[in-house]
Nanobody, 121 residues
Framework: QVRLVESGGGLVQAGESLRLSCEAS????????MGWYRQAPGKQREFVAG???????NYQDSVKGRFTISSDNAKNTVSLQMDSLKPEDTAVYYC???????????????WGQGTQVTVSS
């Protein structure tokens, strides 16, 4: 079993910052990728940012320069520092990892329960 626990969501005003954190635990053999997705009301879930086990980072264009993803591979944690938040960043944010539970299985996606981020104007 693999479990992801997120924290750090909340309500802020435009221009302020929030930091999301996610810790993965359980029967994890290896994690190849960690990232964040978000889903706003009435919209599909979308990729926000991700980081490979080798440290390569990717961002959605709309958050480049404002959000920073980081990870601690030893602790199986990933964080998302969100600065200069905008009302359009309002969404439920989900932690995602691509991991395997043994050397005999393929990577699969695991998801957190989601944390609400609300940015008021």
């Amino acid at each position: 079993q693999v479990r992801l626990v997120e924290s750090g969501g909340g309500l802020v005003q435009a221009g302020e910052s929030l930091r999301l954190s996610c810790e993965a635990s359980g029967s994890i053999f290896s994690i190849n990728y960690m990232g964040w997705y978000r889903q706003a009301p009435g919209k599909q879930r979308e990729f926000v940012a991700g980081i490979s086990s080798g440290g390569i980072k990717n961002y959605q264009d709309s958050v480049k320069g404002r959000f920073t993803i980081s990870s601690d591979n030893a602790k199986n944690t990933v964080s998302l520092q969100m600065d200069s938040l905008k009302p359009e960043d309002t969404a439920v944010y989900y932690c995602n990892i691509k991991a395997r539970t043994s050397t005999w299985v393929k990577d699969r996606d695991y998801w957190g329960q989601g944390t609400q981020v609300t940015v008021s104007s």
